[in-house]
């Protein structure tokens, strides 16, 4: 994309580059897919007048890519790409031109008795391209209208599933979606039926990638539905790695055991593949533990993980879950005898470190 300096804040001091669109002229001159930028495009002809930003005038922001900064914000600074992965495709389908998938199933994750209904939501493109990485997001489009008679804008969900489908070499993807009472769209997604055509966007996002690297080693902290990256992340290294791989380090939170997603396959996987840390909040029979309470318990294996120059770092889940994680790191770091933020920096800079809460 051709870029133009906007002024995000007002300051005159403060000016950035953001993506515009390429031109056919520029396409046609291609070999390769030109590098992937991240940053909120703002685009020309309407108005946003919310904030009095003269700079904005007759501009909007992108409210994908909008999303999509605010997700990322966590990271204390604009995140890269691991060096190793794979170049992202993005905006491969949009509002203008989404593509039709339909719903090869619909499974529910937690127990019938638990009051978070979690999906697993497998959908196909029916052959055509949808080239999605692990890590990167969709967006669905629920039917009807908002209030105000205005098509509904996309809701992002990361992929679950690894790039060659949820089934080997099938190239479908997975979703997974907890039903929200107020949700327009995680209704309409929890209650579809095996055969529906849904309008799907997408892929979006650059940065909260895979590293294609055996060597890497994965330290991922979740709560919920943030699991879903962390899903793709596991099943596309068994599958191009097999024992190969690092071992990856897994925190995953959630209110209950019955209410954690993908219960069953994680108690499967093998220690030596991955080291798991099931935490829960609202167990019955056990003292209320959230992730940064276990990553404490656990400081010396998160210490060690810090420490080494190839570990990437994922955090996904809730905002209420970034300020407990984020001070959890801080205090272990500061007992290794390492600033935090300046480790922090270091690792971000280095596509080591990557944040998505919502």
Known sequence: MDCIPVCPTGSIDEWRVVAQPYSLENQYEWDELPE?????????????SKDGNAALDNQTIDPIQALLAEAHSGAGGKSVAPATATKPTVNFYNLGNPVEAVVQ????LTSEDSDSDVRHIVIDFQGKPFPALEGQSVGIIAPGTTSDGKAHLPRLYSVSSPRDGEREGYHNVSLTVKRESDGVCSNYLCDLEIGQRIQVTGPFGATFLMPNDPAARLLMICTGTGSAPMRSFTMARQRLYGDQGKAMTLFFGARTPDSLPYFGPLQKLPSALMQKHLVYSRSPDR?????QDRMRSESAVV????????????????????????AALHDIASDAGRDWHGLRTVMREEGRFHVETY
């Open 105 to 108: 199933g619909n499974y529910r």
């Open 36 to 48: 992937q930028e991240e940053d909120v495009v703002i685009a020309e002809g309407a108005s946003d």
């Open 287 to 291: 003292e209320k533990e959230y992730v």
């Open 303 to 326: 210490t060690e993980l810090l420490l080494d120059s190839n570990t990437y770092v994922y955090i996904c889940g809730l905002k209420e879950m970034e300020a407990g994680v984020e």
